[in-house]
């Protein structure tokens, strides 16, 4: 089946014409932006309206060609590449995550005070490749029907296998190889780096904490710290086995553990929970979730593909928070002892930053 756009953009096409194919057939043929360049990954989406400068450098997209559902993506351009802290002011990460990326409208024009650069080229920099001019109504529509797909973007004739990119272990790609020290005030937290979004080491450290950044596999209790933060990070959160083991032994302390989106998941699995895939999980800035017992809804961001179990959660934990939506779990939270995992971005970036107050909450268990 061949899906073509129906958004011409009043020129002819290039000579390599991009096709996304998906694995059940589907073709969706549009107009190339970013790099040329073939690759096979799993097709998401994208909900937001704004953000993608860090939606892309959010390392949980790892492996992922992305689709974003909103028009006149790259209408602000993208900003410069200051630093603060030591980490890119204006990214997620220090490059472009997402394998590909698939948008409706051309998004070659921008106008903004802060913008130095065009998203088209800014991919090229990284040779990440670009569709635009697809229907991403009706593509996003699919993926809401079927799943997750997995999908590859091609030129012409040339063509390559599909990957599926949760057969590796994407969180050891993401992550730094050797530690890290935000020095900032006296109290002090561990995060493991799974993927971790920027903003996360930039909420402790606007609260005077120093932040100690270490590997996925880490051995962090070895570290003198009041708390330890679990990243969020890309794919299957089973694959983090070392991460699983060393977050297992810091339950039997008193040291404060605080897990976000995957970090939740690995909480849970260490604590004797299990996880599952979601059918085309939750990316979105806009995700209703409900806190067990208060009943208050907050609106969080969100960009996560598993989740927990609730079937086969432990004695002593309990949920702290669901979708709203599908009733999926969105946190968890022992039932004494000073662990939490939010499903959630409590940092934002790009979205509501409602839920922030989690990691106030985190810091009161801390001290």
């Not at 895939?277 to 969080?300: A, D, F, M, W």
Request: proline share 6%; aromatic share 10%.
């Amino acid at each position: 089946m061949v899906i073509t756009t129906t958004n011409k953009p009043g020129k002819k096409l290039e000579e390599k014409i991009p096709k996304l194919i998906l694995e059940d057939g589907s073709v969706f043929q549009g107009y190339p932006f970013g790099s040329k360049k073939n690759v096979s990954g799993e097709v998401v989406f994208n909900t937001g309206m704004v953000g993608y400068p860090e939606s892309l450098t959010d390392p949980s997209y790892r492996g992922q060609i992305l689709v974003l559902t909103y028009p006149l993506i790259g209408n602000y351009g993208v900003p410069g590449d200051e630093k603060e802290d030591n980490l890119l002011k204006n990214f997620e990460s220090d490059r472009i995550q997402v394998l590909g990326l698939i948008i409706a409208d051309n998004p070659n024009a921008y106008s903004h005070w802060n913008a130095k650069k065009s998203l088209s080229d800014w991919m090229k920099e990284y040779n990440i490749p670009g569709i635009y001019g697809i229907d991403t109504r009706k593509l996003t529509k699919k993926l809401r029907e079927k799943g997750t797909l997995l999908g590859k973007i091609v030129y012409d004739k040339e063509d390559i296998n599909f990957e599926d990119p949760n057969k590796r272990n994407l969180v050891a790609e993401v992550s730094i190889k050797t530690p890290i020290e935000y020095k900032k005030g006296k109290n002090t937290v561990v995060i493991v780096d799974c993927g971790v979004k920027n903003n996360i080491i930039r909420a402790f450290l606007k609260r005077d904490i120093t932040v100690i950044r270490c590997p996925w596999d880490y051995d962090f209790l070895g570290e003198n710290a009041d708390g330890i933060i679990i990243s969020n990070g890309p794919g299957d959160p089973k694959k983090c086995n070392k991460t699983m083991e060393n977050v297992r032994r810091a339950l039997s302390k008193k040291i404060p553990i605080l897990g976000v989106c995957l970090g939740s998941q690995i909480l849970g699995l260490a604590a004797g929970a299990d996880t599952y895939k979601l059918k085309y999980g939750h990316r979105s800035q806009n995700q209703p979730c409900i806190e067990v017992g208060t009943k208050r809804c907050y609106i969080t961001s969100q960009n996560h593909g598993y989740a927990i179990d609730l079937n086969t959660f432990p004695q002593d934990w309990r949920e702290w928070f669901y979708n709203n939506n599908d009733r999926t779990n969105e946190g968890i939270i022992h039932i004494s002892k000073p662990f939490f995992g939010a499903q959630f971005h409590p940092e934002a970036s790009p979205g509501p930053d409602d839920t922030e107050f989690l990691f106030d909450t985190f810091m009161r268990a801390m001290r």
